[in-house]
């Protein structure tokens, strides 16, 4: 089935500073997604992707979409204490013929912690 | 406010009680999802339904029995559990189809085996 890997699996920065993580794949998804999770909660969904090259911005986060369809990163400018959680990838499958809905594949997480 | 609730937040079962999840979506949606999300662990997909219709179960044991009797519905009956089994069941929802098939997820059931 397909891999995702992503990264850095934990992060600790000091509030302003900015934050990078990725995703890379050994297949070609259609579809990218971006999901924060905090504790105790569900994911909730920060950015979607539906573009190879596509670059989105949503407040101080930005997300492209690889032009090589196999990756994918998200950028968080100026970080502040409200950001801790766990950011989740996910990319999204082309729909297989005969099915109706496209099968996601989620990373590992990357775990971030702000200090004030 | 995702559009997406999930009752009980908080389950508490012994190995021999049968219990339920209950899943609502607000949105519009035709698709339904089971996950489950373990500690240090992707969110493993266990149960889809698309258009009322179970189109994917993933090696999910027999202990775990959904049910979907609507698109705005879904449910996951639990019985005779193991330990291994605790973990944060989360739904999602989206459109079966289209350009958009984006998946909003419900805040999860924290469940606990004992």
């Known amino acids: 089935g397909q891999q995702l890997n992503q990264s850095p699996q934990s992060m600790f920065i000091q509030e302003g500073e900015d934050v990078s993580m990725n995703c890379t794949s050994s297949?070609?998804?259609?579809?990218w997604l971006w999901y924060k999770q905090e504790p105790g909660e569900g994911p909730v969904l920060l950015i979607a992707l539906y573009k190879a090259g596509e670059l989105t911005s949503n407040g101080r986060l930005t997300a492209q979409f690889g032009i090589t369809r196999k990756d994918s990163f998200l950028n968080i400018s100026a970080s502040i204490p409200s950001d801790v959680g766990i950011y989740f990838c996910a990319g999204q499958e082309a729909r297989a013929g005969g099915t109706s809905y496209g099968k996601l594949t989620f990373g590992q997480g990357t775990i971030l912690t702000v200090h004030p | 406010e995702t559009g997406v609730t999930q009752t009980p937040r908080h389950l508490v079962m012994g190995m021999t009680n049968k219990k339920s999840l209950k899943c609502e979506q607000h949105?519009?949606?035709?698709?339904m999802y089971w996950y489950k999300q373990s500690a240090k662990k992707p969110l493993e997909l266990m149960f889809v339904?698309?258009?009322?219709?179970?189109?994917e179960n993933n090696s999910v044991p027999s202990r775990f029995s959904p049910e979907c009797p609507n698109s705005s519905h879904l449910f996951l009956h639990l019985h005779t559990l193991q330990p291994e089994d605790s973990a944060l069941y989360l739904c999602a929802s989206s459109r079966a189809r289209g350009s958009s098939e984006t998946q909003y997820f419900g805040p999860g059931t924290r469940l606990l085996v004992l």
């Open positions: 949105l519009g949606h035709n698709a």
């Open positions: 297949s070609i998804f259609n579809t």
């Open positions: 339904y698309s258009l009322e219709e179970r189109v």
